[in-house]
């Protein structure tokens, strides 16, 4: 999905990050850095699609994940 985004092809790398997050969070947990990482990755890429309300679910979940999982010093929470 990276690669793709790198190379301006967001529509591709759309379905893609979006198995990578969904595997992530069912593998790892939630509030792993892995899982925290793809969700910023996937929330942004909706964001430049204008996929605002999609970008919003992915950012608020991993949010409130770093949060509880996490901490709230941690700086991945704060980055979320």
């Keep these: 999905g990276a690669m793709l985004v790198a190379r301006n092809r967001r529509a591709e790398a759309t379905p893609l990050l979006a198995e990578a997050y ?18 910023n990755n ?6 430049d699609l204008g996929r605002l309300a999609d970008a919003e679910i992915v950012l608020e979940e991993a949010s409130a994940a770093a949060s509880e999982h996490l901490g709230d010093r941690h700086p991945l929470t704060g980055f979320l």
């Design 42 to 47: 996937l929330g942004v890429l909706y964001r």
């Design 22 to 39: 969904a595997f992530r969070r069912r593998e790892l947990g939630p509030g792993a850095e892995a899982t925290l990482s793809t969700a």
